[in-house]
Structure formats: structure tokens, C-alpha cells
């Protein structure tokens, strides 16, 4: 078996390490994905559960209420999130 040339063994370790380099960017590239689907749906779940206890006018959702009135307002910096929640909170203000 002939031995390669040190300049193709080179060549071919570069090339190696550059392909390396790509699967390991698109490996980072979709645990980072992974890690957004999964807050993105936490996110939807504990809306879900607040809103469930709202709209169920159970005894959490009494005590969430108040503190949704009070606190959300605050929390929203975006004038689209302002009106988007509006609804929301009239329905809080409308139960009291």
C-alpha cells in the first residue's frame, strides 16, 4: 500500500475538520431549537393553566385575578401586547 503524501494527508484532515465543524454548528443549531419549542410550550401551558382558572372561576383563579388587574399592566412594554391583553383585563375588571 503506497503512503499519501504529507501535503494530501493535510488536505484531507483540513477538509475533515471543516465538515466536523458543520455538523457540530448544526447540531448546536437544533439543540437551541429544541430548547425554544420547549420554553415556547411551557410558556402556552401556563398561560393555559391561568387562563383555565380564570375563565373557571375557580378559587385560584380568584386569587390570580387581582394580581393579573395589577401586575400585567406593568409587565407589558409593547403597545401591541397592551391591546392585545385589553380584552383580558376588562373580563377581570368586569368580575369583580
Aim: proline share 5%; glycine share 2%.
Amino acid at each position: 500500500m503506497a503512503r499519501t503524501p504529507v501535503e494530501e494527508r493535510l488536505e484531507k484532515m483540513r477538509e475533515d475538520e471543516r465538515r466536523l465543524r458543520e455538523r457540530r454548528k448544526a447540531l448546536e443549531a437544533r439543540v437551541s431549537a429544541d430548547r425554544r419549542k420547549a420554553e415556547t410550550r411551557e410558556r402556552i401551558m401556563l398561560g393555559a393553566f391561568i387562563l383555565h382558572h380564570i375563565e373557571e372561576d375557580t378559587p385560584t383563579g380568584r386569587q390570580l385575578a387581582p394580581l393579573l388587574q395589577r401586575e400585567l399592566p406593568l409587565f407589558l412594554t409593547r403597545e401591541r401586547d397592551h391591546t392585545l391583553m385589553a380584552p383580558l383585563l376588562k373580563r377581570l375588571k368586569e368580575k369583580e
